[in-house]
């Protein structure tokens, strides 16, 4: 079985430039969710997506993040401008509709803003 | 308000010890506990998870973790370490009253296995 896949895996741009990730989760994967992972800290959720619609968006920086799943399958998310402290590991994970929290997580995005 | 402590950044132990990787709580209603584990350059892959019934869970790799409601605790442990578990793990919660099945993350511990 494929896992979630995520790229690029690795990203460094200026700051005040733009960015965008992709990640497509696993096959009847109705849940997807976009982590940010700061350099010593535990992940944080983004953005909760329930098929093509948004379940939780409470933590994301709306001035400059954006995202979406508009066909209910794979999803981008977006910064810009990004500015220094964006810097981090984004994570997206999927897991099926109800499921008890078992989340399958990509290998992430390291996003580097100089 | 949930949240998760994981009081200790790293853990050193000799192979072949046992090891234990602490982890505390705070949720509203009953929590939903788990444990996941990031090697280097990879993402996270879960180990076990507490929903209800036996407080001890076993799961993946020959871990296993106690779930104490009036500690307020969901340890990992292990009997004996092998240096390929040494890791990043995190603890994580949900509080089952929440609709939402996004988990709340503690800031990791580092475990190291030494030969």
């Known amino acids: 079985e494929a896992g979630v896949a995520q790229s690029p895996r690795y990203k460094i741009i200026e700051k005040r430039q733009s960015v965008a990730f992709w990640c497509n989760p696993i096959?009847?994967?109705?849940?997807l969710y976009w982590y940010q992972q700061i350099l010593g800290q535990g992940p944080k959720l983004l953005i909760q997506?329930?098929?093509?619609?948004?379940?939780?968006d409470s933590q994301l920086p709306k001035d400059r993040f954006s995202a979406e799943r508009l066909k209910g399958v794979d999803s981008t998310l977006k910064i810009q401008p990004a500015k220094l402290e964006d810097s981090a590991v984004y994570l997206c994970?999927?897991?099926?509709?109800?499921?008890?929290?078992?989340?399958?997580f990509g290998e992430g995005s390291r996003l580097t803003v100089l | 308000a949930q949240s998760v402590a994981q009081p200790e950044d790293q853990v050193n132990v000799a192979e072949g010890n046992p090891l234990t990787v602490k982890c505390t709580y705070s949720?509203?209603?009953?929590?939903?506990l788990f444990w996941y584990v990031q090697y280097p350059n990879r993402g996270l892959q879960f180990l076990l998870k507490?929903?209800?019934?036996?407080?001890l869970v076993k799961g993946s790799y020959g871990f296993e973790a106690e779930f104490n409601k009036s500690q307020t605790s969901f340890h990992l442990k292990k009997p004996s370490a092998l240096v390929s578990d040494s890791a990043l793990y995190f603890c994580?919660?949900?509080?089952?009253?929440?609709?939402?099945?996004?988990?709340?993350f503690g800031t990791g511990t580092r475990l190291t296995v030494i030969p």
């Open positions: 997506f329930q098929n093509n619609g948004v379940v939780d």
């Open positions: 949720v509203s209603g009953n929590p939903y």
């Open positions: 994970a999927s897991s099926l509709q109800g499921a008890n929290g078992e989340l399958f």
């Open positions: 096959s009847g994967h109705a849940t």
């Open positions: 994580a919660v949900r509080d089952s009253q929440t609709g939402a099945n996004n988990l709340f």
């Open positions: 507490y929903i209800t019934g036996d407080n």
